[in-house]
């Protein structure tokens, strides 16, 4: 097996974890308000939470990358969580919760810069970003799907728990398998390694992950309220919304052979903007007919990702990609983060289904600063 093929399969591991732990507290946010009585506000924080510190764990693993590698990075990934699921199998207040998801948040944050630096060096950039793509979507689809299984039979911590076990076998795998050349000098001075077409992706890459977030943080919850099932109402909303983000693959595939035919900063318009009437219709369609335009948006929301992380790779050297990665991440995060704390107050004072076109009015801005990019490079 060639260091490339180990590459693959630990990336492709990593980025399925960070997107399967993650996606677990949206289809337990109807079993925790239960739980611990609180409100859909309540509930936006604790998205809000993890979301906001997986952005902020970007920031130092893109220095931390550039500067020790990949693989130490990794390492310390792999390593917090398990740590993360052991703190969440034990939490049993809302503050613990609370805590406990914050830094499995933090922890997951530093997986993007490490992973994405380590992708960018493969021969076809495109490709290879659909493929590790792709290991997220399957991350996303699995996430609902095992959580809503696993905590109708054993319980929310034990879904937590079981991750942290297959964390421990990637964890072993990185030890025994992984080899890297020492990184050589890194300065640390940001000056000069941000330019216009950096600032407008990551702008871009913000409003959409706002929107993207918005969506899927809700979207489980949505279903249980708009979408009858003989399932019940967490297995059932937790396999819809895992059958949406399993079609998300299609997207990442398709964004990533388009971005190997055809320019990147053309197409990097359309992946944002056709997301608008899908997020638009979904107001105002219930049962079967909601199931298949939200799946229709699965696949269009996805391609964005390897074509945003392509033209990010297409204007950064590769020296300081660890660094760009870890801010895009970031920001993106971050900005994303958001989106619990206002859909929340949106669904708890107008109604559930009035999150979607916001996210949608969200999308306008991004588009037109995709457009400016276009013309700048």
């Known amino acids: 097996m060639s260091q490339i093929q180990k590459n693959i399969i630990i990336t492709s591991i990593g980025h399925f974890l960070v997107h399967a732990m993650t996606m677990i507290l949206p289809v337990i946010l109807v079993i925790l308000e ?55 199998f034990f939490s049993h207040t809302f503050t613990m919760t609370a805590l406990g998801l914050g830094f499995l948040g933090l922890i997951t944050g530093l997986y993007h810069p490490a992973g994405l630096k380590m992708v960018s060096h493969s021969s076809n950039v495109s ?13 996303l689809a699995a996430g609902p799907i095992y959580g809503a299984w696993m905590s109708s039979w054993l319980g929310w911590r034990y879904a937590y728990l079981f991750m942290g076990i297959l964390a421990l076998a990637a964890l072993c795998f990185l030890l025994t398998y992984h080899r890297e050349a020492r990184p050589g000098k890194v300065s640390f001075n940001l000056k000069g390694k941000f330019n216009r077409a950096h600032i407008l992706i990551i702008s871009v890459a913000s409003l959409w992950g706002f929107a993207h977030h918005g969506l899927f943080n809700f979207l489980p919850y949505y279903f249980e309220d708009a979408v009858e099932t003989s399932l019940g109402d967490v297995i059932g909303s937790g396999f819809l919304t895992g059958f949406v983000l399993l079609l998300g693959i299609i997207g990442q595939l398709g964004g990533g052979r388009l971005g190997e035919k055809y320019p990147r900063k053309n197409l990097y318009i359309w992946v944002v903007l ?21 799946g229709m948006l699965g696949a269009v929301n996805f391609m964005f990702q390897p074509v945003n992380n392509s033209l990010l790779a297409d204007v950064t050297p590769t020296e300081n990609r660890g660094i760009i990665y870890g801010f ?25 289904n009035a999150i979607f076109p916001a996210m949608a009015v969200v999308l306008l801005p991004a588009g037109l600063f995709a457009i400016l990019l276009k013309k700048s490079i």
Do not use: C, K
């Open 328 to 352: 895009s991440a970031g920001i993106s995060f971050g900005v994303g983060s958001f989106a619990g704390i206002a859909g929340g107050y949106l669904g708890e004072l107008l109604s559930i």
């Open 127 to 139: 490709r290879y970003m659909s493929y590790h793509g792709v290991s997220g979507s399957l991350g």
């Open 274 to 294: 056709l997301n608008i009437p899908f997020l638009m219709g979904m107001a105002f369609l219930n049962g079967f007919s909601l199931v298949v335009i939200t």
């Open 34 to 88: 239960n739980e611990f009585s609180v409100s859909l506000i309540y509930l936006g924080e604790l998205a809000t939470i993890q979301i906001l510190f997986l952005g902020i764990g970007g920031f130092p693993a893109g220095f931390l990358a550039d500067r020790f590698g990949s693989r130490m990075v990794l390492l310390m990934y792999f390593l917090g969580l398990i740590i993360a699921s052991i703190w969440l």
